[in-house]
């Protein structure tokens, strides 16, 4: 059985990531389990070093690189070693040329699928699918990345956080690097700006691992108490549903939702031309909003939604004004009657066209 | 005897009359004015602002052509941004004056079918915007009193490049 995988997540060096990776490994070694040190960066922290002191540390491969001796981690050893859990400091390091996994992430990769627990840190700037916006931010290009599935298929995803001001404390103090290297450090990589961009980045990585890991597990409305809101509007291939998809997303924005839409087509019933263009227009306003847009092909629309509400944890359904005429509703029932008998503890809202309260004069 | 099956008789009638125009009364649903298909198609792009009086003039040429009014908001993603990044700050401001076109045509009884469309400028989004759907006329509206509107040379782009005919709409002085 795969080892099970937390990753610590912080906004730069110095937040305390490796030192509470040690602390956690301290913790699990109080509750008995069997711990060691794969790899830990040598920081020159004594603080750090001291918290190191009673953990066994697997003695790691060196590699000559030109005239440089190199150290990395022994992945075999742990291996050999078989412990219950393996500290793993910097997941994104590129390995020395020779080793047989080019990135360490790939080094625990191995020690997982052995079966040993990992817990290991990172930094946010390393994060592929950043590397343009952390350029633009910092004007420094990171070269040591890793690919975003490392954390999406991680079991948790921790942020290590601190402000940037109490970071900058921390540099001043000398508890990050030696005091000269951090004094250039302070005037460059580390501006309060530069950080606290970077602390959102982090801040945002770790509540989208949560709302992703929401999303892909089944909630079952009735036990699990959701935290946040989420709406969900059923859209059709017409010009209306533009104005409702926004509507729905202004209404989201409000209640700090996710948005999701949602079309049900019928099986067999190919789209018309206009169909067509309104449901590719519809997908590119749902990119635009920042929802998300579900294509659902089922004849049974009322099951189908309760179906899509339940697995993305809904907490509020949009829908435009049913065109159904009287007598279609007296036959076949009413669509909104029958969502609110489906969707027990479900607020359910009914968008009107504005222009249409001209109607209500007398 | 006669009489209580006579009463009998007129109350089921008029039960019956009373369901019939329950079901047949004309509905009280919402207005949805009727698109026909193959309908022509009316384009007003605009992004930032839009003169009520270009509003005006499109909706009375959408009801000329007897046509769908497809006002566009068109947003320019910058180059720091992804292209499919959301851009909500943005959709702020482009809500309620789409909002308002819609509902200034469906008023006038012009069908609407409102889009925004992204891009990295102006014209890459209009562009992109006519590459996937048909528009049988194109508005594009110039400056009043040098806000809004397209620039003299994204309106020269946009009648070198547009696909369909295209009216340059130049707010009446006053009204700027």
Not at chain 1, 26 to 32: K, N, S, V
Not at chain 1, 182 to 206: C, D, G, H, M, P
């Amino acid at each position: 059985m795969r080892g099970h995988y937390r990753i610590l997540l912080g906004m730069a060096a110095g937040v305390g990531k490796t030192y509470r990776m040690l602390q956690e490994g301290r913790q699990a070694q109080a509750e008995g389990r069997d711990v060691v040190i794969g790899y830990l960066e040598p920081h020159d922290r004594p603080e750090t070093a001291a918290l190191a002191e009673g953990i066994e540390v697997v003695p790691r491969l060196r590699a000559q690189h030109g005239t440089l001796e190199l150290e990395e981690m022994d992945v075999d050893a742990v291996i050999r070693r078989a412990p219950e859990l393996a500290l793993v400091d910097e997941l994104a390091h590129t390995n020395a040329p020779g080793m047989r996994n080019e990135k360490r992430y790939q080094d625990i990769d191995e020690v997982l699928n052995a079966g040993i627990d990992v817990i290991s840190t990172v930094n946010v700037q390393h994060l592929e699918s950043l590397n343009d916006s952390i350029a633009e931010l910092t004007d420094i290009r990171v070269r040591e990345t890793f690919p975003d599935r490392i954390l999406e298929e991680a079991d948790e995803v921790v942020l290590v956080d601190l402000t940037p001001e109490a970071l900058q404390k921390r540099m001043l103090a000398g508890k990050v690097y030696p005091k000269e290297r951090a004094e250039i450090a302070l005037q460059n990589f580390f501006r309060v700006e530069k950080l606290s961009a970077l602390r959102e980045l982090a801040l945002r990585e770790v509540a989208e691992d949560v709302g992703a890991r929401r999303q892909s597990t089944v909630l079952d409305p009735l036990s699990v108490q959701a935290v946040a809101e989420r709406v969900l509007v059923l859209v059709t291939p017409e010009p209306r549903s533009q104005r409702l998809l926004r509507r729905a997303w202004r209404s989201a924005e409000r209640l700090g939702a996710e948005l999701d839409a949602l079309w049900v087509h019928k099986p067999g019933k190919p789209l018309a031309e206009e169909e067509q263009v309104s449901l590719a227009a519809l997908r590119r306003l749902a990119i635009v909003l920042g929802a998300h847009f579900v294509e659902e092909e089922d004849g049974d629309l009322v099951g189908t939604v309760r179906r899509v509400v339940y697995e993305r944890g809904s907490t509020y359904v949009f829908l435009g004004t049913p065109d159904e005429r009287r007598w279609i509703e007296v036959v076949r029932g009413s669509l909104v009657s029958a969502l609110v008998r489906e969707l027990p503890g479900i607020d359910i809202r009914v968008v009107a066209n504005r222009a249409d309260r001209e109607e209500l004069r007398p | 005897m006669t009489a209580l099956v006579a009463v009998l008789a007129v109350l089921v009638v008029a039960l019956a009359a009373a369901l019939v125009a329950m079901l047949v009364r004309r509905n009280r649903h919402p207005r949805r004015l009727p698109v026909n298909r193959g309908a022509r198609r009316v384009l007003v792009a605009f992004s930032g602002r839009l003169d009520p009086t270009v509003v005006e003039a499109a909706i009375r040429i959408a009801r000329a052509d007897e046509a769908v009014l497809v006002p566009a908001y068109l947003l320019v993603v910058p180059l720091r941004y992804g292209e499919d990044s959301p851009l909500r700050d943005e959709v702020e401001l482009a809500m309620p004056l789409l909002e308002a076109v819609e509902h200034a045509a469906l008023r006038a009884g012009v069908p609407v079918d409102a889009r925004i469309e992204k891009g990295r400028t102006l014209t890459h989004a209009l562009k992109r915007l006519w590459e996937v759907e048909r528009f049988d006329r194109i508005i594009a509206p110039a400056p009043t009193n040098g806000h809004g509107g397209f620039t003299e040379k994204e309106l020269a782009w946009v009648l070198t490049h547009a696909p369909a005919e295209t009216v340059v709409l130049k707010p009446m002085p006053a009204a700027a």
